[in-house]
């Protein structure tokens, strides 16, 4: 058996296994890697690995063998029920002090759990966030660590040098926060990018049913857009996919089934702004939408039965039109990242975790799917203000959405008017105007819940604090109810 030179392993060899074992042994680090179906080591080595210092293993007790002390053992296997068994597959064979770190989109939950399971063992965890798909794997990805703070500095070198990098060197990589902090922050990331996704997909629809754009006029306004303050990675890709061609010369974007898939994250997202009471609305639309886009033999037999507006385009001026659309597009950008940092800020303060807000902006400005030049933007603004209580409320951001609200508007006004479905717009805007309202309809909301299960309410002319409760039909009693809350 080899001697114990390795300073990594790494278990599960697919796609992004594989590339981060290449990144890591790019940046002068030797790996040793295993994987359950044994086969795919000896592939992997003859092939994508051939003529680099990885090593592989045929099983656990080989690839520990095989680590420096500290042994840092790296998991990257789908989520859920097998990282709890690679984890039991592995322990047997590491000791005190060692570190096994989970590098799949883990739900943060079973990343609190794991850290202190362990920890009880004497094993250092980490949970850590990874994004930026193949390429990011491969060429530098976004890397958000958290878990066992113990653990940081003996894999600091290592991720770090594989992260991605922004225009001064400063690695997109840094400790995130203990427990499941890292994999709280990459399952915003993911929500997100639901969000930016969603938001993307409704500026096409508008411009191409509003317009009737063609996918080459597509390219020609997205590589445009990807020029200014809406530069980021998701828009370039999506001038890119513009431009395909099928075999026939037909633009390869509109032979492409209309019905989107998820793994998770973004309903995780979702569920975790209902627990911490925050009103994450764009990613939750953005859900929503893929589970609307699933139901596509009904949406087919709908649009043989349902009507929409009788206008099919608008007659509307062209460079107006698409400049409504860019800004209803960048205003909803903003309100997306002010309602995830809104989760993040909500979930530290439940989970007593000391998170970076500019630098988790930081840690997406590169590598990762949702990396864009409006990040910057971010980071500047807590940086400016590290007590900031939201982004809307710095000035960049305010005056960007006071400056554009009226062409955002006029946008969804033409959705509405063509009968196209803009969730992510309209739930942004229907935020914005919510929350720079100083007075909602919530005290017609409470006298209901008052009336109906005697919940009281508070009164404007009373402290905060002070409850009471009315007898509105004359036949009810005094005593309000102390245990119901919606």
């Known amino acids: 058996m080899q001697a114990a030179s390795c ?10 296994g594989q590339n981060l074992v290449l990144n890591m042994n790019d940046h002068g680090f030797k790996v040793a890697v295993f994987n359950r179906t044994v086969s795919k080591v000896d592939d992997f080595l003859a092939n994508e690995a051939k003529d680099t210092q990885v090593v592989g293993a045929h099983s656990a007790e080989e690839l520990v063998a095989l680590l420096k002390r500290p042994r840092r053992v790296m998991l990257m296997v789908k989520a859920g029920s097998t990282v709890d068994q690679m984890i039991e597959h592995v322990l047997p064979h590491l000791e005190a002090g060692d570190i096994i770190i989970d590098g799949g989109n883990s739900l943060f939950a079973d990343s609190n759990r794991r850290t202190n399971e ?21 060429l530098g990805p976004s890397i958000m660590p958290g878990g066992n703070p113990a653990a940081w500095p003996h894999v600091k070198p290592i991720f770090q040098s594989i992260a991605a990098k922004v225009e001064d060197g400063t690695p997109c990589c840094d400790w ?30 508008l411009l191409q049913r509003g317009l009737g754009l063609t996918a080459d006029e597509l390219h020609e306004v997205f590589t445009d857009w990807n020029k200014g303050e809406l530069d980021s990675y998701l828009i370039e890709i999506s001038s890119h996919i513009f431009a395909a061609k099928d075999e026939d010369g037909s633009p390869l974007v509109d032979k492409i089934l209309d019905t989107a898939g998820q793994k998770g994250t973004g309903k ?26 699933a139901l596509k033999d009904e949406r087919v037999e709908a649009s043989r039965i349902l009507l929409g507006p009788a206008a099919k385009t608008l007659d509307a001026d062209r460079t107006a039109f698409i400049e409504n659309v860019r800004r209803a597009l960048y205003s909803s950008k903003i309100i997306s990242y002010a309602q995830g ?19 988790i902006a930081l840690m997406w400005r590169g590598g990762c799917i949702i990396r864009s030049r409006f990040l910057g933007r971010i980071k500047e603004a807590f940086d400016k203000n590290p007590a900031l209580e939201n982004l809307l409320l710095d000035s960049f951001f305010s005056d960007a959405l006071n400056q554009y609200q009226a062409s955002w508007r006029e946008a969804l006004i033409h959705a509405v008017q063509l009968g196209v479905p803009t969730p992510a717009f309209s739930s942004a805007l229907a935020f914005f105007d919510g929350y720079r309202t100083g007075r909602l309809p919530a005290n017609l909301l409470q006298a209901q819940r008052d009336y109906f299960g005697a919940h009281t309410y508070e009164r404007t002319d009373k402290p905060r604090g002070e409850f009471f409760h009315t007898n509105w039909t004359g036949r009810g009693g005094r005593v309000s109810s102390s245990t119901y809350n919606v």
Request: hydrophobic content about 45%; proline content about 1%.
């Open 176 to 205: 995130v926060g203990e427990g499941g902090a890292g994999h709280y922050v990459k399952m915003v990331h993911n929500g997100i990018e639901y969000g930016d996704m969603q938001l993307i997909c409704e500026a096409y629809d």
């Open 7 to 16: 300073d990594i392993g790494l278990i599960g060899l697919a796609v992004m």
């Open 118 to 138: 362990l920890a009880a063992k004497g094993i250092l965890f980490i949970g850590t966030g990874v994004s930026g798909g193949e390429e990011g794997a491969r």
């Open 268 to 293: 995780w997202t979702v569920i975790s702004a209902l627990d911490l009471g925050q009103p994450v609305t764009l990613i939750g639309e953005s859900v929503f939408a893929r589970c609307l886009s």
């Open 341 to 359: 940092y809104m989760l993040l800020q909500a979930a530290a303060k439940e989970n007593g975790w000391n998170l970076n807000m500019g630098g």
